[in-house]
Nanobody, 121 residues
């Protein structure tokens, strides 16, 4: 059974940082791309960042480029999102997803339960 478990969210002041983690199990982690997707209160899903299976290619939404960094550890079956210079508009539930890359796009598969990030003073 595929399992994705996010952690690391919390309440942080504007300008602060967090490191989100996603622990994966139940599948060959190193064979899949992975992504982060978020959902702000009352809004739809927003793709945030993606990383290929080998970890040598990453992509970011314009809204987070230069502030967020995605990475993965294929030995320990984990993915991370370092989020810096947080803004109130980054407040959302952050989900990790398993994905495949086809025709230059990420196609989402399994999702975790999410971790809440709240940016507020």
């Amino acid at each position: 059974e595929v399992q994705l478990v996010e952690s690391g969210g919390g309440l942080v002041q504007p300008g602060g940082s967090l490191r989100l983690s996603c622990a994966a199990s139940g599948f060959t982690f190193s064979s899949y791309a992975m992504t982060w997707v978020r959902q702000a209160p009352g809004k739809g899903l927003e793709w945030v960042s993606g990383i290929n299976s080998g970890g040598d290619s990453t992509n970011y939404a314009d809204s987070v480029k230069g502030r967020f960094t995605i990475s993965r550890d294929n030995v320990n079956n984990a993915m991370y999102l370092q989020v810096n210079t947080l803004k109130p508009e980054d407040t959302a539930v952050y989900y990790c997803t398993r994905a495949v890359i086809a025709h230059g796009a990420y196609y989402f598969g399994s999702w975790g339960q999410g971790t809440q990030v709240t940016v507020s003073s």
